[in-house]
């Protein structure tokens, strides 16, 4: 059976480029010279992911084979295996929860509409998109109203999203843990729903939760839940406009919103690999002994087109009854902000719909600028559109 990927808007690692079908299991050869397992299909992906032969704190060790030369915070949440993973997981679950990220929808969709109206052109990453999900992540965090601005322009230049040299943005990530540290230490552990307050009080709890945890805490979630959304719902505005029938069907059909969701989640996912895991021991995947030690990453781009789970997986349609999908991982490191982002991309393309109905690409899509190869997270950082 035919797997098959369509070209993707922007740059994509080169080790990405696979015959077509690909292998479910090959060999790759990492920028950092590493050679790694390269797993292409959403069956063995999803073992990868979720089974305890792989370990992923294993993969963070100085020693690893690594798919990027940027080595992971060793106490970072994304660096854990279980049980320390889930006690740490188990601080911030409660700010991703059904309820909490329902009671977010007002705000972002009150933001959403003032950040839409009396226009009639914008570009949409900057003007939009980006404001919509500091609105959402710093209501979540607990960030001061006030300073809500500086915070997001730390975390646009630390990401890379505000474009700047790699030296402003590591001095931008560096002065970011600084102040999110500041925050989580702040205080006198006084009651408070925000995320940074229930740190403060886990913090008082335990004191063994240091202020560095903590803070690496923060930054994944800015990482999760910040830029991936931003980039996520660019490439997913790019797709609808690329596949206009595909627009015009939700203009006319907005209650399909949601399921469209899913089905641009699977056809244009923000992080295209998995974080690499190194095998515990000897085992054995799709037939190949992977020994111990060994690095496997997943193709979560490959994974979303799988035929065996989608007839046409090249084809986008928004109205796909079921859109399976690895964007957001399995298993115990399932994104944790998946719902917070499922939402924002909801409402961000339901008040698109509703205003701009005749919305349209202002550039050729060949010259828009993209996040570079390199980056964990792709997108666009420019999407000037009219209506």
Sequence with gaps: MEHTVVVQRGPLPSYLTLPNPPPELTRILAPTG??????????????????????????????????????????????????????????VSHAFSPPAVAALESTLRQTARELLAG????????????????????????????????????????????????????????????????????????????????????????????IRELASLVELLLDAGYETTIGQTALAVLALLEHPEQWR????????????????????????????????????????????????????????????????PEVLRVDRRTARHLTFGHGPHVCLGARLARLQMRIALEELIRVAPHLSLEADPADLGYRPPEAVVRGPTSLPVSW
């Design 249 to 312: 069907f939700l203009v006319h059909r907005p209650e399909h919103v949601p399921g469209a969701v899913e089905e641009l989640l699977r056809y244009a996912p923000v992080v295209p690999i998995s974080f690499t895991r190194v095998a515990r021991h000897d085992t054995e995947l799709a037939g190949e002994r992977i020994r111990a030690g060994e690095g496997v990453l997943v193709s979560l781009l490959h994974a979303n087109f799988d035929p065996g789970e989608h007839p046409d």
């Design 34 to 91: 590493d050679r790694l397992w390269l797993v292409t299909s959403r069956r063995l992906g999803r073992q990868v992911l979720a089974e305890d032969r792989f370990s992923r704190a294993l993969a963070v060790a100085p020693q690893a084979p690594a798919n990027h030369p940027l080595r992971p915070e060793p106490t970072a949440l994304t660096s854990l295996d279980p049980p320390d993973h889930g006690r740490l997981r188990g601080l």
């Design 119 to 210: 226009k009639r052109a914008a570009d949409l990453v900057p003007d939009y998109l980006m404001v919509l999900a500091a609105t959402a992540i710093c209501r979540v965090l607990g960030i001061p109203w006030a300073e809500q601005e500086r915070f997001s322009a730390l975390a646009d230049r630390a990401h890379g999203i505000t474009p700047c040299s790699p030296e402003e943005s590591a001095a931008s990530r560096e002065e970011l843990r600084a102040y999110v540290a500041g925050l989580v230490a702040d205080g006198h552990h006084e009651a408070d729903t925000s995320l940074l307050g229930t740190l403060r009080l886990a913090r008082q709890r335990d004191a063994a939760l240091t």
